[in-house]
């Protein structure tokens, strides 16, 4: 008799579904941040990510 993988696939598709969510609403919540305050918003992301990458490569 074969192990039943059905818990294990159905958790693991939880999950990706719950990342996917979260990942969505991230993207809604930054939309919303640059229709309210336009460009502001978004430059401030990008000096966010460059300063990451360049403590990442340090």
């Known amino acids: ?18 990342e996917l969510e979260a990942t969505r609403t991230v993207q809604a919540n930054e939309a919303m941040d640059d229709a309210f305050y336009g460009n502001q918003a978004q430059n401030e992301r990008d000096m ?10 340090s």
Do not use: S, Y
């Open 1 to 18: 008799m074969e192990p039943d993988n059905r818990e294990g696939i159905d958790g693991l598709d939880a999950q990706q579904t719950e």
């Open 48 to 57: 966010l990510n460059a300063a990451e990458v360049n403590r990442n490569q």
